[in-house]
């Protein structure tokens, strides 16, 4: 299992970024995807999840109607749209394989919100 | 929303001790309880899934019980690489929660 994720960076409040995730070794379809996200020095947080086919989504409450996650199976990606940043996103967000069960996970990638 | 909690938040052993590990869920999750490990500045890994069944690779001296709202990680004898953090995770209902984490510290 192999995730990469990129995209990450500063970004000011109020603004937007994308990160992507790239997925290998693995049967891309057969799995539901996630995004999970940890705080520097904190806990994790379960930031959102999409079913095989794209067609189930489930967001955490401060995210809904900010962040949008999407497939891609044909490329085998994975992505999360954010927008509206504040500064309480700031986090490493990982790229996870799973929908209850997290059993792949990316690397991280650092989003800073901060002016 | 469920809420878990992991308790103690930091258990201090020898290695060669048992570490047992708690995590309470605020209402029942069954048996849809995960844990994971976090070694620094790494991603968390997989250890236990579903409350008892050990994830590929995973050494035998890990090992998960419990349902409904009491869990358990145990490790029957701790090595040095498992002074760490842990965290446990529920997937009976959206949205899926962590627990806070117990950090496995040398005594």
């Known amino acids: 299992v192999q995730l990469v994720e990129s995209g990450g960076g500063l970004v000011q409040p109020g603004g937007s970024l994308r990160l992507s995730c790239a997925a290998s070794?693995?049967?891309?379809?057969?799995?539901?995807m996630s995004w999970v996200r940890q705080a520097p020095g904190k806990g994790l947080e379960w930031v959102a999840n999409?079913?095989?086919?794209?067609?189930?989504?489930n967001y955490m409450e401060s995210t809904k109607g900010r962040f949008s996650i999407s497939r891609d199976n044909v490329k085998n990606s994975l992505d999360l749209q954010m927008d509206s940043l504040r500064a309480e996103d700031t986090a490493v967000y990982y790229c996870?394989?799973?929908?209850?069960?997290?059993?792949?996970w990316g690397q991280g990638i650092l989003v800073t919100v901060s002016s | 929303e469920i809420v878990l909690t992991q308790s103690p938040a930091t258990l201090s052993l020898s290695p060669g001790e048992r570490a047992t590990l708690s995590c309470r869920a605020s209402?029942?999750?069954?048996?849809?309880l995960n844990w994971y490990q976090q070694k620094p500045g790494q991603a968390p890994r997989l250890l236990i899934f579903?409350?008892?069944n050990r994830a590929t690779g995973i050494p035998a001296r890990f090992s998960g019980s419990g349902s409904e709202t009491d869990f358990s990680l145990t490790i029957s004898s701790v090595e040095p690489e498992d002074f760490v953090v842990y965290y446990c995770?529920?997937?009976?209902?959206?949205?899926?929660?962590f627990g806070q984490g117990t950090k496995l510290e040398i005594k």
């Open positions: 209402q029942s999750v069954g048996s849809f």
């Open positions: 579903d409350a008892s």
């Open positions: 995770q529920q997937r009976s209902s959206w949205p899926f929660s």
């Open positions: 996870v394989r799973g929908g209850g069960r997290l059993d792949g």
């Open positions: 999409v079913k095989q086919d794209g067609s189930q989504k």
């Open positions: 070794g693995f049967t891309f379809t057969n799995y539901w």
